[in-house]
């Protein structure tokens, strides 16, 4: 039944087998998940967010349990760009679509880290994580300040010939000025969104759980924050949109296809069950059968209105 | 100190709808869970599984979300060519309790066997096996694993006689046993470090495995290296994956940078733990 939906999407010139990826810094480099699950059934990966240089991350407790999410403070910790491109991708199954996320504390970072990968042929595209929400410095001050975010997005189109993808903050009073902002400076699609910015508290040890105090919320809670989100971005663009937040099931990508994503990143639920992403992307198909949408590209913005 | 022969790379880990086959609390809070899995690939002492109680599929279970870190207890063949893995947990919090609800024909989410087993001590050497709390759980299998000559004599302790896990399967092991409980509700007296001290007084040695409250391994460790005695540890991080992806249950190193428990551990040389940078 699903054979015959069409699943094919393109993400600002990405072009995908089905709209169901994997999102940054969940599903590490590719190969800790390649038992449960073949990424080349997927639409593809977002790797773990690369700085120039490899980094370390924060110390334990790193993450911790919330209602119906976790957070995590992880800090980015990254093997660097070049072993990324020297070990990491060419342990990669062929046929897997690769979207390197590029990360650093000042726009300059950014392009280094385009810079070597644009000639990189795995690398489809490339994610600017302009969203981190509990690195010190750099991440999500650019995803909150419209004009350092012009500034970011302009930065890395001058560095890379390949697709641009903008990881925004949902830490912010307009996604939609953001999103324009972006558009404005010639980004290929928004990825949307990062953990949204949250705490919690030991009483017993009257202490935060993280020890980074701040950290990172993601999983179910934050769903129907992100499918806003999503939501008014795609009213005030016309680039595409990868949502993220909390999809668990294909249910709950249906919506953010429905809200007007192209595609859509799972995230924490890979850690639940890391076939989640295969278990998605086939009921995505499945539920457009049953739908009559002869393509899954059909499904996005087709929000019935009262 | 005895070298530790190489042992074979441990199975692909497996992601499966596991059926339980039996579900119950063992006095106390703690329970002991067996579970009916197709295509397990075997594991190895040390060795550990993610549950996902309540949640199957496309079944919903958004909270808690977790799955969490169990060690196999120990695994034997089931019909149809099916493996039972047996797991011994205890009652924490929310995620276990639920746990405890999973009732016979019911599937619960299983991903493994994940993780370094421990290194098995030569035959020849004299190891020491330390458990207290939920680590006992991790610990069977080795003693099992280790060879008789290897004369491997177990050390566990407990709060109390009732909190005391697999305490009759360890004894019918026929291995020397030394119990340690808090309130003195059964063997000795006080912490289990106790009995450790006295064996490693005698010199004759070789290896220390142990698995319990980060206090018990690091005391364990520090006793041990008093002694020159080699000691591994098996942590118990908290973790959301368990297989690398999250970088959520990182264990600080002496050099200043991260092992990861679930990846490289949770079976550590004790000496690679910078023990206090652990939570
Ligand atoms: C490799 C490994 C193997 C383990 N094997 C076993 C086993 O065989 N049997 C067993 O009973 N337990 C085992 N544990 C510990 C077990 O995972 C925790 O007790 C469990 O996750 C607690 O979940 P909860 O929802 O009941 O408690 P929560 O509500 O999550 O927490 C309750 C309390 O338990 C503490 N806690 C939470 N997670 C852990 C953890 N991973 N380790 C220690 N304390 C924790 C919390 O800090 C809190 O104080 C193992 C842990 C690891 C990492
Ligand atoms: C442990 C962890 C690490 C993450 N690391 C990154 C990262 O390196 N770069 C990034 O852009 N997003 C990172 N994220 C955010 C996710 O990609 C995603 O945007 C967020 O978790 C929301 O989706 P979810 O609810 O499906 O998890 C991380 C999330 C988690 C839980
Ligand atoms: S638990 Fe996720 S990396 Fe170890």
Redesign the pocket.
Known sequence: MSAAVDTKVDLGGISLRNPVLT????FGYGTELAPFLDLTRIGGF?A??LTPQPRIGNPPPR?AEAPA??L?A?S?E?VGVEAFVRDKLPALPDGVTVIA?V?GTEPAHYAEVCKRLAGVPRVAGV?V?A??PHVKAGGIEFGQDPRALAELVRTVKRATGQPVLV?LSPNVTSIAEMARVCEGEGADGL?L???VQAMDVDVARRRTVLRNGLG?L???A??PI?LRMVWQAAQAVSIPICG????MTAEDAVKFLLCGAVAV?????NYLDPAAAGRIADGIAEYAAEQGFPRVIDLVGALESW | MTSIPSQAAPALAIRADAEVVENRSEGGANHRLRLRVQGWPGSTPGQFVMLSPGSVGEVRRDDPLLPRPMAVYREHPAAGGAAEVEILYRVEGRGTALLTESAPGEAIRIVGPLGQPFPLAAAAARCLVVGGGTGVASLYGLVEALAAESRPEVLLGARSADDLMAHDDFAALGRPLVVTTEDGSLGETGLVTAPLERALARGDVDTVYSCGPTPMMRACAELAAAAGVRCFVSLENNM?CGFGA???CAAPRPAGDYALVCRDGPVFEASEIAWDGLP
């Open positions: 999102a940054s810094g969940t977002v773990k967010s993450i999410g976790m995590n992880i980015l990254n996320s990360f994610e994580n969203s981190c990881k990825s969104v990062n953990a990172g993601s999983g179910p934050i769903r992100a993220i937040g909390g999809i990143q799972v995230g924490t639920a | 959301a999250c970088l959520g």
